[in-house]
C-alpha cells in the first residue's frame, strides 16, 4: 500500500517536474554553459572565454548604472507595495456596510483592464505636455517634466506606474 502511494505520489509530481526542467532548468543551465564562450557572428565557431564575459559586464559603467537603478526600484516598490497592500487589508477587514464592497471591488478593477489600456493610460498622465501629472504641477507653479523622455525621472515614473 506503502509503494502504491509513492508511486501515485510520483506519477502527480512527474509531469511538472518535466515541464519545469524543459522550461526553467535546462534553459539556465544552458544560458550560464553559453555564456562562458565569446561569440562572433563572422566567425561560426565559439571560443571558450572562462568568465571573459563577465568581466567586461563589470567593467562597463552602464552595468553598475542599471544595477543601482534596479535596486532603487526594488528597495521603493517592494516597501511602498507591501504597506499599501497591508493598509487596503485592513481597511477591507473593517466592518464597515456597504463601503466593504466598494473597497473590494475598486480593488479588483485593475485585474479587468487589459495591460495595453492600462500602459497607454500610464504614457497619457506622464505626457509632457497634456499629461494630468504636468497639468497638476503647472497649477501649483511648478515647471512641466518629460516624465519619460528624461533620465533623471523616467525611474520616478516607473516606480510610480508600479
Same mark, same amino acid.
Request: hydrophobic content about 55%; glycine content about 4%; overall charge positive.
Given at each position: 500500500?506503502? %509503494?502504491? *502511494?509513492? *508511486?501515485?505520489? &510520483?506519477?502527480?509530481? $512527474?509531469?511538472?517536474?518535466?515541464?519545469? #526542467? !524543459?522550461?526553467?532548468?535546462?534553459? =539556465?543551465?544552458?544560458?550560464? &554553459?553559453?555564456?562562458?564562450?565569446?561569440?562572433?557572428?563572422?566567425?561560426?565557431?565559439?571560443?571558450?572565454?572562462?568568465?571573459?564575459? &563577465?568581466?567586461? =559586464?563589470?567593467?562597463?559603467?552602464?552595468?553598475? $548604472?542599471?544595477?543601482?537603478?534596479?535596486?532603487? @526600484?526594488?528597495?521603493?516598490?517592494?516597501?511602498?507595495?507591501?504597506? $499599501?497592500?497591508?493598509?487596503?487589508?485592513?481597511?477591507?477587514? %473593517?466592518?464597515?456596510?456597504?463601503?466593504?464592497?466598494? @473597497?473590494?471591488?475598486?480593488?479588483?478593477?485593475?485585474?479587468?483592464?487589459?495591460?495595453?489600456? #492600462?500602459?497607454?493610460?500610464? =504614457?497619457?498622465?506622464?505626457?509632457?505636455? !497634456?499629461?494630468?501629472?504636468? &497639468?497638476?504641477?503647472?497649477? $501649483?507653479?511648478?515647471?512641466?517634466?518629460?516624465? /519619460?523622455?528624461?533620465?533623471? @525621472?523616467? /525611474?520616478?515614473?516607473?516606480?510610480?506606474?508600479?
Amino acid at each position: 500500500m506503502k %509503494q502504491r *502511494l509513492h *508511486l501515485t505520489t &510520483y506519477s502527480y509530481l $512527474l509531469p511538472g517536474l518535466f515541464f519545469m #526542467a !524543459l522550461f526553467t532548468f535546462i534553459p =539556465v543551465f544552458t544560458a550560464a &554553459y553559453l555564456s562562458l564562450f565569446r561569440w562572433n557572428v563572422s566567425n561560426p565557431s565559439p571560443i571558450f572565454g572562462w568568465f571573459s564575459n &563577465y568581466l567586461e =559586464v563589470f567593467k562597463a559603467p552602464l552595468f553598475w $548604472l542599471v544595477l543601482k537603478n534596479n535596486f532603487i @526600484y526594488a528597495f521603493t516598490t517592494i516597501p511602498i507595495s507591501m504597506s $499599501l497592500a497591508l493598509f487596503l487589508a485592513i481597511l477591507i477587514n %473593517q466592518k464597515m456596510g456597504s463601503i466593504r464592497s466598494f @473597497y473590494r471591488g475598486s480593488l479588483f478593477y485593475p485585474t479587468m483592464i487589459p495591460m495595453v489600456a #492600462a500602459a497607454m493610460l500610464w =504614457v497619457w498622465i506622464f505626457n509632457p505636455g !497634456l499629461g494630468i501629472f504636468n &497639468y497638476y504641477l503647472g497649477f $501649483l507653479g511648478f515647471p512641466k517634466i518629460e516624465w /519619460l523622455y528624461d533620465m533623471r @525621472y523616467a /525611474l520616478i515614473a516607473i516606480i510610480i506606474m508600479s
